[in-house]
Structure formats: C-alpha cells, structure tokens
T-cell receptor, first 116, second 115 residues
Framework: KQEVTQIPAALSVPEGENLVLNCSFTDSAIYNLQWFRQDPGKGLTSLLLIQSSQREQTSGRLNASLDKSSGRSTLYIAASQPGDSATYLCAVRPRGIKAAGNKLTFGGGTRVLVKP | DAGITQSPRHKVTETGTPVTLRCHQTENHRYMYWYRQDPGHGLRLIHYSYGVKDTDKGEVSDGYSVSRSKTEDFLLTLESATSSQTSVYFC??????????????FGPGTRLTVL
C-alpha cells in the first residue's frame, strides 16, 4: 500500500528565505505527483503536477523535482513571502490502475509560516 | 479558480439523520471525486465518478453513497449520519484520468458536524 510522508510537519522561516518542502512515497511505481496549497478553512489549490516521466516542473517561484527511484519529491519556493504561509500537501497517483480511476494518496502536509 | 461550488458550506445535524452534500461544476469535466479531511488521517477518497451514472468506491466508502445524474452535479449522501462522519468534505474534479488532464482541482469544502 502506498504511503506518503511529509517531514517536517511544520516549518517557520524568515521572509526572503528559500523554502524546501519534502515529500516521500514508499512505492516508486507512480503515474504522477501533485503539489497543493491549502489555506486555513479553505480548499486545496493545485500548484504543480509532475508526470512520472518528468524530473522537474516549474511555475513562477515554484519548482518541484521528482526522483522516483528514491521515492522523493521536493517543492522549492524561492524568496518566500508572508503570503506563502499555508499548508502544503503532496499527493501521489499510483501507476497501473487506470481502470480504477484517478485515485490520489495524500501526505499529511507541511504547515509553513513565513515571518515578515 | 476552477468553477466548483459545494453546498451547503456548513451543516450541523443529528445522529441518524440523512444528509446530502452537493458538488456543482461548470468546467464540464468528466471525473468528480469526494474526499474527507480529518486531523491525523489527512485527505481520503470516499467515492468518485468517471461519467454520468458511473461511480466507484474509494478508500473510505462505508456509510456513504453517491449519485451523478448530470455531468455538472455529484451528490454525496450519508444515509444515517454518525458522529464518526463529522469531517470536512471536499469535492474535486479532473478533465480525465490521463496525462496532465488528470490534474485535480478542489472545491471550497463543506464542514459537517454530526451531534
């Protein structure tokens, strides 16, 4: 059974510092991996989707890498801002069960606080 | 933001009563999903739909049923609510289950409290 872990559970950094968020998964047979942001009391906002054939994906200040062999993905946020404060979740879709739908397994999230 | 709305946004009900949550999308996406989010358990898939009248179970489907009679609407029903179903419920959609079109987009959530 796929397990997804995000360590640390919480992180506090000063404004301007680069953020590095980790996501580990136990089964390397994945179809894709998706990073989300969740603000308190809100829904999830999709940030990046990385296909299993990709090693990284970029969007603005965000860059996500994927290393399937080691079961890891890292989300980098450059020059953090107080508005980046949120919980960041990663989710993995396993490969080989296309007929069973687009099921995601989520990590527990990393709560980020960017201090002004 | 993807055009996804959920109703109601908040609901308090009593044990044993039926509850129906609605997810409405304006994106004409084929796939729709219901998740629940609980402290210590994260987000877990309840049911999903891959087309009108086509649904399947997720990880935590016991006590829940779903229906999809139109592309834009996906209903989640708790036939007889229990306190263990107190949670935040999220609807999500995706265009397909292939490639970049499998990216999932989430609604704002429904906070359900069962007393």
């Amino acid at each position: 059974k796929q397990e997804v872990t995000q360590i640390p559970a919480a992180l506090s950094v000063p404004e301007g510092e680069n953020l590095v968020l980790n996501c580990s998964f136990t089964d390397s047979a994945i179809y894709n991996l998706q990073w989300f942001r969740q603000d308190p009391g809100k829904g999830l906002t999709s940030l990046l989707l990385i296909q299993s054939s990709q090693r990284e994906q970029t969007s603005g200040r965000l860059n996500a890498s994927l290393d399937k062999s080691s079961g890891r993905s890292t989300l980098y946020i450059a020059a953090s801002q107080p508005g980046d404060s949120a919980t960041y979740l990663c989710a993995v879709r396993p490969r080989g069960i296309k007929a069973a739908g687009n099921k995601l397994t989520f990590g527990g999230g990393t709560r980020v606080l960017v201090k002004p | 933001d993807a055009g996804i709305t959920q109703s109601p946004r908040h609901k308090v009900t009593e044990t044993g009563t039926p509850v129906t949550l609605r997810c409405h999308q304006t994106e004409n996406h084929r796939y729709m999903y219901w998740y629940r989010q609980d402290p210590g358990h994260g987000l877990r898939l309840i049911h999903y739909s891959y087309g009108v009248k086509d649904t399947d179970k997720g990880e935590v489907s016991d006590g829940y049923s779903v229906s999809r009679s139109k592309t834009e609407d996906f209903l989640l029903t708790l036939e007889s609510a229990t306190s263990s179903q107190t949670s935040v419920y999220f609807c999500a959609i995706s265009e397909s289950d292939s490639g970049r079109a499998s990216e999932q987009f989430f609604g704002p959530g429904t906070r359900l409290t069962v007393l």
